[in-house]
């Protein structure tokens, strides 16, 4: 019986240590949703204040003290839960940087990089540093086709012409190198940052082939219709940029930084050209395009994070 009570509590002990470190991998393992991060609706022109060239924050940012920090010196910053705050600067010291619940400091598109100093962070449940890469041109119907004017045929008897070229979606931005020191005051959850490039554009879709021309007499034949243009090539998701933490103690913390480098998303293939109509009376009718080439997605970088001691 004692056996049968010692096996019955070293499995439940192991059921347990199975369970939290599985919690912990799936904590540690994954991903925000960033783009529905970045699209919540935080923060609308009437709303921002910029505050010279270092950050744009929200309306309850009154003082004009903050300005001079932001400007000549270490400055303060509190993003409160579901809300953003844009860093457009590419050096920053920051004192004292505290993050509700699912906030975000977005570091602008115009960066080439991104050098933070943060002396006290108070991250008060899962909070966000993020870069993300503009996403390339979705091409939509070539400007040159010349259907846009609603009719196109070759001149009596002869061949219709091919369909324009669907135009490449163009490639996405990269990530930018991101490097922080940061001394921790309180973590109880995650705090992800984050370097990822832009998704590719789109391909445009292949024009429809030009109809073959009509038959003016019995004696004379009618023209083939054009082929259909290609589609337009994927383009390329941009490459995550390297990340690059250093951390310290103020205290001691239960939760995680996680520095993520991710590459962009490639975009969609364009469409092929649907064929031109032969000419009138029987003549052959022509074939359709081709899909455009797919893209590739971008790299992901390098991650590095680092204790140090206390400066």
């Given at each position: ?84 705050v844009y860093i457009t600067q590419e050096a920053l010291s920051i004192g004292k940087l505290t993050m509700g619940k699912n906030s975000v400091l977005q570091l602008s598109n115009s960066l ?106 019995p004696f004379r034949t009618c023209g083939k219709g054009g082929h259909g243009g290609n589609g337009g090539n994927a383009g390329n998701g941009g490459n995550g940029g390297n990340v690059d ?16 480098s991710i590459g962009g998303k490639v975009g969609i293939v364009g469409r092929p050209g649907p064929p031109g109509e032969g000419g009138y009376n029987g003549c052959e009718w022509g074939h ?24």
């Amino acid at each position: 019986m004692q056996n049968f009570i010692k096996l019955s509590f070293l499995l439940l002990l192991y059921s347990q240590i199975s369970s939290c470190k599985e919690n912990r991998e799936t904590k540690e393992t994954r991903l925000p949703d960033i783009d529905k991060l970045l699209s919540q609706e935080l923060i609308t022109l009437d709303s921002i204040k910029i505050l010279g060239d270092s950050v744009a924050l929200h309306s309850y940012y009154t003082d004009t003290s903050i300005n001079k920090k932001a400007l000549f010196g270490r400055t303060d910053i509190n993003v409160p839960a579901n809300q953003i705050v844009y860093i457009t600067q590419e050096a920053l010291s920051i004192g004292k940087l505290t993050m509700g619940k699912n906030s975000v400091l977005q570091l602008s598109n115009s960066l080439r990089y991104c050098m933070l100093s943060i002396d006290r962070g108070f991250f008060n449940d899962t909070c966000f540093i993020i870069f993300q890469g503009l996403n390339g041109t979705d091409q939509g119907r070539n400007p040159k086709d010349p259907w846009f004017g609603g009719w196109w045929q070759a001149p009596t008897g002869e061949d219709g012409q091919m369909g324009v070229q669907g135009l490449h979606g163009t490639y996405g931005q990269s990530g930018i190198d991101i490097t922080i020191q940061l001394g921790v005051s309180n973590l109880p959850n995650a705090l992800y940052i984050i370097s990822q490039g832009g998704r590719g554009g789109n391909g445009g879709d292949g024009g429809k082939g030009q109809n073959g021309g009509n038959r003016n007499s019995p004696f004379r034949t009618c023209g083939k219709g054009g082929h259909g243009g290609n589609g337009g090539n994927a383009g390329n998701g941009g490459n995550g940029g390297n990340v690059d933490i250093k951390y310290y103690l103020n205290n001691t913390f239960d939760g995680q930084i996680l520095p993520q480098s991710i590459g962009g998303k490639v975009g969609i293939v364009g469409r092929p050209g649907p064929p031109g109509e032969g000419g009138y009376n029987g003549c052959e009718w022509g074939h359709w395009g081709q899909v455009g080439n797919s893209g590739t997605k971008g790299k992901d970088g390098v991650t590095k994070i680092l204790k140090i001691p206390k400066p």
